[in-house]
């Protein structure tokens, strides 16, 4: 297996990191914070043929088989995208309050990301609303100590060449995908990430929640790597989208 | 003014996944039409969520109508590969002559989902080649 050794820049770093940290890295076996596969980088989706009318909003073509629980919830949204779109002035995607998309549906907006790999972590910072997500690779159980949250608790282990991630903990705030298919607090994530044999970075996701869906959602992500660096993107700057949208929405009750 | 915007009507023309309808529903504008308007840019919002182009379009009849049009985040414009040339802050300043194509409002507002502009010397800032 293909070790990964951080730089000694990303040691001192993680060293700086883990002063405030719940585990100290020192604590940690050499082991377990090494990676099995470097993801270093800037990343940016890429649609595998056919799918470039749906990919920018959900996770696949079909809908997931939703509960009753979750079919309620699903017709009673107003989603922006999608067959059922509205304009962003009618949507209750909470997206457009500025509120997280949260995981998984951080994946399905279409800025890039950035993946750091630190001894112990593996930490994928997200253009958009420079959003982060740390997976913790040092062995440590979820946390039980802290509330539902937007982006869940994420722990990592390495098999092979492989990062294999499990998520918990989120809130029920967020949809999973830009269509509104909704989730419980019992929303349950594993990723398996690898690079594959194109070169890119293959997410393959497992999306489980018994109370929103009828069986787990299976979908795939994949993102080419490129030499950008991440820039800012504040969601509250999209309040600036507004007067243009207003002008061809009035136009509409001029017309009336 | 009919000189000036001509409309189009082209299905098969449409840039695929046009970056800029990224933010909205497919109702506001028609992916099936195109229309072109020359014109004066009164502003230039290189701003997040997406870039926004006004221009000033005087009609045969000398009467002048504000068109605006949107493209896709300003960080994806500046980032090489996604149009014709970098975009940068100051690309298009007020004043500038430009020639701006996109898909129209389906309720016909003077906005468009922009696809092409060509600056006042024929150079496609994007839209040209891709």
Redesign the interface.
Known sequence: MMQYRPTAAAMLIATLLSLSSQTPAAAQSAATLEHGADFSGVWTNV?APGT?EWA?YTFSEELPAMTEWGRARFEASKP???PR????AETDDPVYKCFPPGTPRVYLH??PMEIIQLPGRVMMVF?YDHLIRQIYTDGREHRTDLAPSWMGDATGHWDGDTLVVETVSFNDKTWIDRTAVPHSEQLRLIERIRINEDGNLQIDLRIEDPIALEEPWIARRTYRK?D?TI????CM??T??EP??N??LE??QE?D | MRLQIAFCVVAGFMLAASPSSAHHGAGLFDPGETVTVVGTVTQFHFVNPHVLVYITVTGEDGKEIEWAGELTSPNRLARSGSADVKWHKDILRVGDRITMTGNPARNGAPAMDITKIVDANGVALIGGAL
């Open positions: 649609n470039a920018i922006q995208r999608g779109g509205v304009p962003v279409p800025f253009e490129t950008w820039e800012e993107l504040m700057d999209n600036t989208y243009f949208e002008l061809v136009h509409d017309s």
